[in-house]
């Protein structure tokens, strides 16, 4: 089972930016798909973005154009560089790792409060 630990949420004015990070305690490449989700108080999670090990993304509609995903193979670490936030991104962010015949793992989730 790796272990997934998020950083970088925070309170931010809207407009603004935050980058968070999902250091991961195995090699991330071996994973088939990386992803961030997010879950706001009363609704469901939903995926923001998502990382394949070819390098391929892939992103929510409410977040295309402000949010990017990107990793780092050396540090085993995956980003979220997340600009023009709104309040309606105010959620908690979790990291996702998924493996082909494995269980899926989640970090323990990062809050992000866009507010002013």
């Known amino acids: 089972q790796v272990q997934l630990g998020e950083s970088g949420g925070g309170l931010v004015q809207p407009g603004g930016s935050l980058r968070l990070s999902c250091a991961a305690s195995g090699n991330i490449v071996s994973f088939n798909i990386m992803g961030w989700y997010r879950q706001a108080p009363g609704k469901q999670r939903e995926m923001v973005a998502t990382?394949?090990?070819?390098?391929?993304?892939n992103y929510a509609d409410s977040v295309k154009g402000r949010f990017t995903i990107s990793r780092d193979t050396a540090k085993n670490t995956v980003f979220l560089q997340m600009h023009s936030l709104k309040p309606e991104d105010t959620a908690v962010y979790y990291c996702?790792?998924?493996?082909?015949?494995?269980?899926?793992?989640w970090g323990q989730g990062t809050q992000v409060t866009v507010s002013s």
């Open positions: 990382i394949t090990s070819s390098g391929n993304t």
């Open positions: 996702h790792a998924y493996r082909v015949g494995y269980n899926s793992n």
